[in-house]
């Protein structure tokens, strides 16, 4: 079970972190994602670590975004900073034991979503 929080109106420029914490077994082994999505659009990658703390992110993120994951607490974080409107969106963490791209749809784990909204 993943379960994010963190979500929430922020204005242009401000930073967030958004938390994912995760319940079961093995959390350490598993490729932990973040993705985005707005109305009517499928879910877009935005970054991702992978049980050796290899991370990856979209180009329009690189460099503001930062992902990090606590093994003992078993939580993902997703730290947003210079945020602007195209980072609007309902933000969800997932994660995969054998997968570490950017496809959502190979992920076998989801959360219910944070949404996040960047407006003046």
């Known amino acids: 079970q993943l379960v994010e929080s963190g979500g929430g109106l922020v204005q242009p420029g401000d930073s967030r972190r958004l938390s994912c914490a995760a319940s079961?077994?093995?959390?350490?082994?598993?490729?932990l994602s973040w993705f985005r999505q707005e109305p009517g659009k499928e879910r877009q990658f935005v970054a991702s670590v992978s049980g050796r703390d290899m991370t990856e992110y979209s180009g329009s993120v690189q460099g503001r975004f930062t992902i990090s994951r606590d093994n003992d607490k078993m939580t993902v974080y997703l730290q947003m900073n210079s945020l602007n409107r195209e980072d609007t969106g309902v933000y969800y963490c997932a994660a995969d034991q054998n997968y570490r791209g950017s496809n959502a749809y190979e992920y076998d784990y989801w959360g219910q979503g944070t949404e996040v909204t960047v407006s003046s």
């Open positions: 079961g077994r093995a959390f350490s082994r598993y490729t």
